[in-house]
């Protein structure tokens, strides 16, 4: 096992060059950012960071173009995969992070006028709408998909959670409105 303190971003990478192949940095971040990124946020500047610590560690290669951009390309080694096994395995006590905005706003609401409260509803109601339409595209785009079935269970998640927070907020809403 690598002795490197791993953070869920390691994982985050290791796991993305585990199911896409080898990968860019920017290829990482584009990757993520249309599947991971939805519940996983974090800074893309550690995309480009912490492939080199994984390297060091022994759990990636990188290859090196010889001309052009001479773009870095990381590759899973054996060790990686199992040590990313080895965390997919541990149970997690962790609770759920839920790093919401809205939410913090509304938790100072008694500080706010009550029409910013009421604003603050119906932006997301629509949010939480465009959300709901964006995940529900994907589910229709990647169903069927065997390849990336297990990928797809996130998804139905992150849909009953919009679903949820939509639904509180159409009911403050309407319990706020004049």
Do not use: C, N
């Amino acid at each position: 096992m690598s002795m490197a303190k791993l953070t869920p971003t390691s994982y985050v990478i290791l796991g993305m060059v585990a199911v896409r192949g080898p990968s860019t940095s920017y290829d990482l971040k584009r990757a993520i950012g249309h599947s991971v990124g939805y519940f996983w946020p974090f800074p893309h500047a550690q995309l480009y960071s912490e492939p080199k610590s994984l390297v060091k560690a022994g759990l990636l290669t990188v290859s090196t173009e010889a001309d052009g951009r001479r773009r870095q390309t990381y590759s899973i080694t054996d060790e990686g995969t199992r040590e990313l096994r080895v965390w997919l395995a541990e149970p997690t006590g962790e609770q759920m992070q839920v790093r919401d905005i809205a939410q913090m706003k509304l938790f100072f609401g008694e500080l706010a006028h009550p029409e910013d409260l009421l604003l603050l509803a119906k932006e997301q109601i629509v949010q939480h709408h465009d959300r709901i339409r964006t995940y529900t595209a994907m589910q229709e785009r990647f169903s069927g998909r065997e390849d990336v079935a297990h990928r797809m269970v996130p998804l139905r998640l992150g849909l009953a959670l919009e679903h949820a927070a939509l639904k509180f907020w159409e009911e403050f809403e309407r319990e706020h409105e004049s």
